[in-house]
Nanobody, 126 residues
Framework: QVRLVESGGGLVRTGGSLRLSCATSGFALDFYAIGWFRQAPGKEHEVISCVSSLVSKDDMIYYADSVKGRFTISRDNASSTVNLLMRSLQPDDTAVYFC????????????????RGQGTQVTVAS
């Protein structure tokens, strides 16, 4: 059974940090690009970061302009987990954050996923 389970969300003050984790199982993570996207109430979903698969010949990472320099995505291959370290959080970062698996890196940028998790809430208080 394919599973992606996000954790690490919560309430934080402006300027604070959170580390989200996406624990995966049931599929060959090495062959998938993994991305994070977020959905805020009344807003379109926003793809914020993607990392290429381990079998890709190119190591690629994407960050949306809105998070560039503040967020860092990383893969922990030993634990089949993809993490998102979020620093200097702002109220505009408040959203439900989802991780997703994509068969191609280019599909991540348009949130065309094969699998996704249920999301974790991040709330940034001003």
């Amino acid at each position: 059974q394919v599973r992606l389970v996000e954790s690490g969300g919560g309430l934080v003050r402006t300027g604070g940090s959170l580390r989200l984790s996406c624990a995966t199982s049931g599929f060959a993570l090495d062959f998938y690009a993994i991305g994070w996207f977020r959905q805020a109430p009344g807003k379109e979903h926003e793809v914020i970061s993607c990392v290429s698969s381990l079998v890709s010949k190119d190591d690629m990472i994407y960050y949306a302009d809105s998070v560039k320099g503040r967020f860092t995505i990383s893969r922990d291959n030993a634990s089949s987990t993809v993490n998102l370290l979020m620093r200097s959080l702002q109220p505009d970062d408040t959203a439900v954050y989802f991780c997703a698996a994509h068969s191609r890196f280019r599909l991540c940028a348009v949130a065309n996923y094969d699998y996704r998790g249920q999301g974790t809430q991040v709330t940034v208080a001003s």
